[in-house]
């Protein structure tokens, strides 16, 4: 699954007001914006809510990137993001995932780039997401669980049909333990009872782009009888920088010219 053309905002100085540039390819600050920058860019495929100092800044669409004149800040920032967490059958969908950067000093000119994508923290702190998109190539429906029978279980309830590409149904996290299995909804998460990929056994981190996205396959129904007699599902390629790439260090000035903010903490 690809991901939809990067677009970009620009921020005014008034926090609450924002407008909608075209679509580019280069990352280059617009014109418009002078003196200290700060560019929000949000890799992953959800919406983010973004405050600056407490102050809501209002929502950063997937794939984009904002750009921020820090004229109306204070000295010293910090910026908060949380995902906008999806809602199937009046559920919230995944699990609560969010960060927060610390200032970043800046020359006059610079842009400081404050990247948001499923890896949050580092260390130590490092806590991992991803974005399951179920496809169900059978004709029975499937009902999704992420992280079973782990201390992180989340029951999703829901209910994929056969025929479905690439249902989106939020970020989890990812630990040794992850795995997403599919049962028939009438068997309600019979734990003997499932179809399954599991990490570290069907793919690893090398199969997951830092915007945590990735198609979970699976071409047969859920089994009525036993698990273990159907073929598990699988995990399909997807374009973009792995979970595993090499992090720069806060502060250093990246090919583009921006100065890398560093990596977020995971907030509480």
């Known amino acids: 699954m690809r991901m939809k053309p990067t677009r970009y905002l620009l921020a005014a100085m008034l926090p609450l007001a924002a407008l909608l540039l075209s679509s580019c390819e280069d990352a280059a600050a617009p014109a418009a914006i002078k003196g200290n920058v700060i560019a929000v860019q949000n890799i992953l495929f959800s919406p983010v809510v973004v405050k600056l100092n407490g102050i809501n800044i209002g929502v950063v669409p997937a794939d ?6 820090r004229g109306w800040l204070d000295k010293s920032v910090e910026l908060d993001w949380q995902t906008v967490m999806p809602v199937g059958n009046g559920k919230v969908l995944g699990d609560s995932m969010g960060g927060t950067f610390t200032d970043l000093g800046l020359k006059d000119g610079d842009t400081a780039l404050y990247s948001i994508d499923a890896v949050v ?3 130590a702190s490092t806590t991992l997401f991803f974005a399951p998109h179920i496809t169900n190539n059978s004709t029975a429906p499937m009902q999704v669980g992420i992280n ?3 201390t992180v279980e989340n029951r999703t309830d829901v ?3 056969g025929g479905t590409q ?3 149904i939020g970020y989890y996290l990812l630990v040794p333990t992850t795995n997403i299995r599919v049962y028939r909804p009438e068997n ?3 734990p003997l009872l499932f179809l399954d990929v599991e990490f570290g056994v069907d793919f690893d981190l090398n199969d997951v782009p830092i915007s945590g996205v990735g198609e979970v396959i699976f071409n047969d129904p859920p089994p009525r009888i036993k698990s273990g007699d159907i073929p598990a599902g699988m995990i399909a390629p997807q374009p973009g920088n792995r979970h595993t790439q090499v992090a720069l260090q806060a502060g250093q000035r990246m090919p ?3 100065i890398w903010a560093g990596n977020d903490q995971p907030s509480h």
């Not at 984009?64 to 004149?69: A, H």
């Open 256 to 258: 583009n010219g921006y």
């Open 121 to 123: 923290g580092s260390g």
């Open 148 to 150: 079973m029978e782990t």
């Open 166 to 168: 690439a249902r989106y």
């Open 188 to 190: 309600a998460y019979n």
């Open 159 to 161: 209910v994929v049909p």
């Open 64 to 69: 984009t990137t904002v750009f921020i004149q």
